[in-house]
């Protein structure tokens, strides 16, 4: 199997003054993938740069890309390509953000049409230059695709909207059919691996969806290999089913270049099917837990079996009592 080479240069001038993280760790066979190629692949690439659009695909190097783009499932990511924030994880370009394209809700849903998705997965950097966080763009992107693609069921992975009022609010009264939020890593690793974000704001934006429509989807995802123990993935699930968090997803970190934080292990296939048995055992509808689990991977075939699960525990829950 040929292990996917992903261009990874440095395009994080504002990370140049950190010490590389040279821990070199072998990626073990479970976590290699095969080269992106191919017609679809090419086609979609084509399609994404013709309407001018980010995709997370791309700019996280997922591992997942080939897979994804072979099945013409592209994750669009609006509000420029550029974040506000540097996560130590992450390999989306930090640095002064673009301007808010006015046609951008259009493209992506023209993308959404042509691609002819079920089911489309919208994400963004963080905009914490803005007012609103960015929280209009994404009302802005639902309403279009709706519009144009009234049967595509739409779920977004949201930034945290930290310090901007009313912003969340806005985002749930538009209806998404899944709202996600990842947490990421345990609160003991924010201050190095999440230093921009507040683990219990991001755990309270969770609930707040919840509380204001119940009938919403949540889902929240964490990485694993960053360090973190067992009993604290633990308790992060214990406080996402305190937020009634329907769907969990854990996948493995991979350094995207020598200056993001190092691999600290590879969790192994058996260990990631600990993690979704406690999980499942914590009352979560769905669990992804494999080492190439990432938030929008095989989106389209999870919400389907999101769906069918709560529909099982509401006829489980309405079924008479046997005597």
């Not at 504002?14 to 017609?39: C, F, L, T, Y």
């Not at 994880?89 to 042509?114: I, M, W």
């Not at 309270?204 to 949540?218: C, S, W, Y």
Request: charged residues 25%; proline residues 7%.
């Amino acid at each position: 199997m040929t292990e996917t080479i992903v261009e990874t240069k440095l395009r994080h001038p504002e990370k140049a003054h950190r010490p590389d993280n040279v821990v070199q760790r072998r990626k073990p066979e479970w976590i290699r993938v095969k080269a992106p190629s191919g017609p679809e692949y090419q086609e979609t690439r084509a399609l994404m740069r013709g309407l001018k659009l980010a995709t997370v695909c791309e700019e996280a190097a997922c591992p997942n890309i080939g897979e994804c783009w072979k099945r013409k499932h592209a994750t669009m990511m609006i509000l420029g390509s550029v974040c506000t924030r540097a996560c130590a994880f992450c390999n989306v370009a930090t640095g002064k953000p673009d301007q808010l394209d006015p046609h951008e809700p259009e493209h992506v849903a023209e993308a959404v049409a042509k691609l002819g998705l079920a089911h489309v997965v919208i994400t963004s950097v963080d905009r914490d230059d803005l007012d609103d966080g960015g929280a209009g763009q994404f009302v802005r992107v639902i309403e279009q695709i709706r519009r144009t693609s009234p049967a595509t069921t739409i779920e977004i992975l949201t930034p945290d909207f930290l310090r901007k009022e009313g912003a969340l609010e806005r985002v749930i009264d538009a209806k998404p059919d899944v709202f996600n939020h990842n947490l990421e890593t345990v609160p003991r690793l924010y201050p190095t691996i999440r230093p921009g974000a507040r683990y219990f704001h991001s755990l309270r934006l969770l609930d707040t969806v919840k509380r204001r429509d119940p009938a919403m989807f949540t889902k929240s995802g964490l990485m694993v290999g960053l360090g973190e123990e067992r009993t604290e993935m633990m308790q992060v699930m214990d406080d996402l089913r305190s937020a009634d968090v329907d769907f969990l997803t854990i996948g493995q970190y991979l350094q995207p270049t020598p200056k993001h934080a190092a691999v600290q292990k590879f969790v192994t296939p058996d260990e990631f099917a600990d993690y979704a048995t406690l999980a499942k055992a914590r009352g979560f509808l769905l669990v992804s837990a494999t080492p190439l689990t990432r938030s929008s991977y095989h989106a389209d075939a999870d919400f389907a079996a999101l769906r069918a699960a709560r529909a099982a525990k509401l006829a489980g829950a309405a079924a008479p009592a046997a005597d």
